[in-house]
């Protein structure tokens, strides 16, 4: 009997490793993309990204004054980040929580604050004080003892991303809400997640006590890929019973795609503008069009020469060209230095009327899982299937698997750009 539980609790230990290291990978390889975007190319300091990727993300003071802190090269990164340009960081691309989790409770010292940090971090010690108070009368040593202090920071800076979709999912992981949770765990939760939103600091978030807190960020990653024969092996291992059973490889969640507000349902001179782009107008003449041409479906011509796709094989195409014209008639092309404005465009379709397909074999393979937004996904796609364009967001290695494995680009992205 002892030998079995105690084989037991030896097998509940390595199911606990490998959850640990699945995380990590998971973190790593979310660091990798942000600085592969940013072109960051020292990655083997994962301390200097993890402390960028969340100072880019910070809503309640604007990045560029938390930066500093962290980096003396801000104007550079944004110089050298597009498709989507770095702001997108602060305005669309929500923090991933288990990167943020992860940080907050891998990056510090589990230990309440010090006296000089109380000074130094007065908004964080009101908010400790009036949401995470200590219980009366309580001793001393049992607040040091306690393993989640780290818990008091997630929470702090998570009220940056309070206006989010996924506030609350990320305030349930803080608080430790999941699948063994009882219904008095989960109303607490919830009841603390409402006061969470009522909370007001007694002052105005400062950018110092922000970037301070991200200069103390130390973590312990391997970010730089490792060999991939070391990769292989690791995919092809497998746990003995029921728990895993494709290795050691945690499972994609289901792809959920986000779409907002579109700019053309807030500024209708967008495509006036771009109907008098002067590469438009030179697409119209060539294509034997008139300046009068709708400048949407002019656009959507454009993306489709641009990637080489023959009009006549691309299901809905009658709808963007004249009646007048055949779709047997090749799209003129397109110079190269069109597509940032092209992929600029694509903000001003209506995204919400996209037709990306979740299950796609190639978009399950390029994207993570879970809530994915449906513009920046449609403009990556695009530019990865574009000869002409180098993108910096890929790892050259992974764009030529996927282009190997996926050659055509997934229809329901080009089905997207027709509908939308």
Known sequence: ????????????????????????????????????????????????????????????????????????????????????????????????????????????????????????????????????????GEEAWKNYERKDHWKARAYFLGLNWKNTTSYNDMMRSIYGIDGSSNQVEIAACTDFISAMQKYQPYQEMRAEEI???????????????????VVKEIENAQLVGDELTHGFLEEKEPIVFIASESVDNNNQNVWKDIQENE????????????????????????????????????????????????????????????????VNAIESLNVQKHKLDPESPALKDMLDGGETNALSTIQTVLSLYNPDVELEDFDPRIQVKILKKHPQVDSSVVQSIIKM
């Not at 970037?211 to 024969?229: P, R, S, Y």
């Not at 107008?281 to 641009?306: N, V």
């Not at 796709?309 to 195409?317: E, F, M, Y």
Request: hydrophobic share 40%.
């Open 279 to 342: 590469m438009v107008k030179s697409y119209l003449e060539r294509a034997g069009l008139t300046a009068f041409f709708s400048p949407k479906k002019a656009i959507k011509q454009m993306i489709l020469s641009s990637l080489h796709l023959p009009i006549k094989d691309v299901p809905g195409a009658e709808n963007i060209i004249p009646v007048s014209q055949s779709v047997n008639k090749p799209l003129p092309p397109v110079p190269k230095e069109a597509w940032p404005m092209l």
């Open 1 to 136: 009997m002892r030998n079995n539980i105690k084989t037991l609790q030896m097998f509940k230990n390595k199911i606990q490793i490998h959850k640990i290291e699945r995380m990590e990978n998971k973190v790593a390889s979310t660091l990798r993309r942000f600085a592969n975007h940013t072109g960051f190319k020292n990655i083997k300091d994962a301390s200097q990204i993890a402390r960028a990727y969340v100072a880019m993300h910070v809503r309640m003071v604007h990045p560029s004054i938390i930066y500093p802190f962290v980096g003396s090269d801000y104007e550079l990164v944004q110089r050298r980040t597009h498709s989507p340009p770095l702001s997108a960081y602060q305005s669309d691309r929500d923090i991933d929580s288990d990167a943020f989790i992860y940080l907050m409770q891998n990056g510090y010292e589990n230990r309440p604050l010090s006296e000089e940090e109380v000074e130094r971090f007065p908004a964080l010690q009101h908010f400790i004080e009036t949401m995470l108070p200590r219980p009366v």
């Open 211 to 229: 970037g301070h807190m991200l200069q103390a960020l130390n973590v312990k990653l391997q970010l730089v890929e490792q060999d991939m024969t």
